[in-house]
């Protein structure tokens, strides 16, 4: 029987952080401590012809300037390609400034350090900076073109990478499909918006040659190793903290250029400096995501299977940059067809470099662009063959019997149930009474419309060869004499709550209560080697680490336990705080008392036979990888595989092409719930981002690769008044790969809203013909697809 | 970013065109403007300062101009940077005079390409009202001082100087006009091209 797994345990941390007393990284404050401010290039591209920083060097107060021209004197190149023999890509040299030639706008060119902020930004501004201006690449599909400028003038073209996913034979299955529907697909640059912006300190002792470096990180272990490449220093003189974290979404995994620039600074100085960015730095900076543009064929019968399909995604992932971002347009073209049972698939990909802010991994990472795909793709399917688009949806499934499922990329889909999901979200949502409301309504001069997204959020990335990216974690569990539970792990919390649910497993595991459970993260002095947060791998990888180490150490003292009552171990039984003997209830040990006979009665009968002490380190490797593709036949990145299905109600005004949003319902599967409470709180999050893309959100640069959206007043967020109460419950179908049957939380939502808005908003205007094939679904797109619909029919 | 604008001003081509000849004049009458060198000719150094929805820019840098008398159009080049805001402007304005029954028409084809700050903040459809409104200003800048100099006596020419623009109203017009024009746009969110 579980205590506390399933249970919906408060986190742990919400009573310090709702009080304001969370530690973020701004709040370190150390003797001594100065501040930077770094010079950024207005231009998307250009050479750098020189600098002058005479002025600045001259104002009272600044201690230092470091230019790209004196960089190289100070840091070696940025690892570049973080995702190891996984994925081949060109390459470039990046260094924490720019060298020679500028490839967005915002990229560091200088950094000045002064004694208070105010100082250092009045001194940035006084850097003069020479540029010689180049012809800037801005789109993704004109980049292709053979006679495009170069963002990269050493590469043969502005591709990154490409790679082509295919399998059984897909002219023969589009030569025998009844029916042939094809598309676009223009999925925009948007990005998270963590509340608290990146800020690192950075400290360097001189005569130890250690550095210590608090940051708004998701992975100090990484982070640490990547600091130590560019800075040439030894991994175990660099420490790295993690305060508490407001928010990272993907967009806090290394390595930006500021990374290194404050340790290098701090290390030139011989004093600790701090950098805290601006809102604006982190719209210019901070990562992008998302824009894509995809063709797509499918090809099915009168029934509305689908049978083929092709697709060629070309992503535009901003400049060449250390960080992971680009890896997300991979994604998008692995987990294609999603959830279907589509045998002959043809998918090719083309990640264009372009003169805008590089992607870093944003929530979905990629992912959310396939589901989305593969929704206007059923709703395409069923309009073509007259059936409802629900039903299109359950004849293409993967059936619950058919897994572990192989798709054509590598993939190997774990477990799943997607029409039980389905089904009970059709239920929820009332979907067969719908027509009738919706009449309804229209008799009353209301467009109500519905829509179904259905995503597939594979998670625990792992590639190989990869420093971060990995499908491993650590954990340590310490019990003290008294009986007091200590948790380190290797992956850390980015604010969502996994700490908590770390100490119900652990609790479960040894049988003690929550409140004897200290959870420990984010340093790399204290904590076992890990690979941070991402991925939603705090739960599958830590949380399985967790429950092996502390099963060892429960095992351990309930021998001892079996020792001090006299039974054979077979007849001890847990209970929170105590050993207990089967059949007899009174006959018990405390907890404590048995930690206490380990360690204070080493050499007595009950604990003499076992090693002093109560601390286990354990490793958890998830089984669903291959990453020897030559013995397995495959290479799949991806272990756990969340899914979710939902519908969104709509009411749209086609005179202005407002969007309401009535209602959002989700069936969410995500194996085992640890804690529905901050899984369900996870979901909602993601599903705010979903809605945010889908609707609001725009990251819009102009001809000249100049971003124009770099305030809230233009980067418009969803709050409470756009949106819904959103009606989320849970399907569980474990994985059969992790020791809980868990998958994974922190990205699901995220794709659902994107489809089921674009359909919901369809079926509201279906009187106007309306097609919808972009994002965001602004009041403008959506009154200008209300004429095209209209002239179309005409 | 390009546009292109006309204005209209009552006086006949060949008083306009010798005055647009006269680059310290048609300094005086562009709002916020200051010529700060013309040592070689055709090529001058200046700065201009003027608002762009929440900042204030100076832009200092340097221009050529090109003219062809008989066709009386011209055109001028330049490029600036303003320090306070890490921000750069370069642009070319086309201009040629059309003489009608009224007066002059001074039709201009702009093509501005602002970076850093100043592209950030200046949305395209502000950038756009506010050079609209500059030029109305201009227009009329002009006319006063053509008519100053056809009516008053040498000596008044110190008096014919036009007075200094108003740029805070110039400014509040500008966002006004910018306001109703966007107000759809403005209320709509997601709605950013």
Known sequence: MSHFIGQPVPSLTNRRLVAGKGQYTSDVKLDRMAHVAIVRSPLAAARVK???????????????????????????????NVFGSGIDAQQVEIYPLATDRVRFVGEPVAAVVAEDPYTAKQAALMVDVDYEELEPVVDALKALCPDSALV???????VLFKTRFTGGDVDAAFAASEHVISGTLKHHRYTGTPLESRAYVADYDPFRDTLTFWASTQNPHPLRAFLSTTLGMSENNIRVIQPNVGGAFGLKIPMYQEEPLVACLARCLGRPVRWVAERREEFLTGGHARESHIDWSVGCDASGKVSALRARVVSDVGAPTALCGWGMAYLTAF????????TNTDVELFTVVTNKCSWNAYRGFGKESSSFLMDRIMDAVARETGIDRAEVRLRNFIQPDEFPYPHNSGAMIDSGNYPGALKKLLKLVAYEDFAALKAEARAAGRYIGIGIGQELIPEGCALAGSQILGAYDGATVRVSPSGEVTVLTGVTSPGGGNETAMAQIAAEALGVEIAHVRVVQGDTETCPYGLGNYSSRGVIMGGSAVHLAATELREKMQRVAARMLEASVDDVEVEPGRF??????????????????IYHDCHGTAACDEEPGLESTRYFRHGNVFHQPEVQGRYNAYPAWPNQAAACVVEVDPEDGMVRILRFVSVHDSGVVINPLTAEANVHGGIAQGIGGALYENLVYDDDGQLMTTTFMDYTLPTATELPRFEVAHQETPSPFTPLGTKGVGESGVACPLGALCAAVEDALEDFNVRLDALPLSPERIWSAIQAGQESAQ | MQFSQHIEIGRGSAAVWALLEDIPQVVQCVPGAELLEASEPGIYRGRVTSRLGPITTTFEGEG??????ELRMGTLTGSGKDRKTNSRARATIAYRLVEFDHGTRIEV????HLSGTAAQFGRPGLVREIAARLMQEFAQNVEARIKDEAEASGEDAQNGAVEAPQRSGLLIASLWSWLLGGLRKLLSKGDRT
């Not at chain 1, 990269?152 to 502005?158: G, L, Q, R, T």
């Not at chain 1, 987990?335 to 589509?342: E, F, K, N």
């Not at chain 1, 207990?580 to 006979?597: E, T």
């Open chain 1, 580 to 597: 207990l003997l089967k059949g007899a209830p009174f006959r018990f040990v405390a907890f404590k008392d048995v930690a206490g006979a």
């Open chain 2, 64 to 69: 050529q101009l090109e003219t062809d008398q």
């Open chain 2, 109 to 112: 084809d702009a093509d501005i």
């Open chain 1, 152 to 158: 990269e003038p050493e590469w043969d073209s502005n």
């Open chain 1, 335 to 342: 987990t294609l067809p999603t959830v279907y049972r589509i």
């Open chain 1, 50 to 80: 020189g600098i002058d920083a005479s002025d600045a060097e001259a104002l009272p107060g600044v201690l230092m300037v470091l230019t790209g021209e004196s960089i190289r004197e100070h840091s070696n190149a940025m690892t570049f």
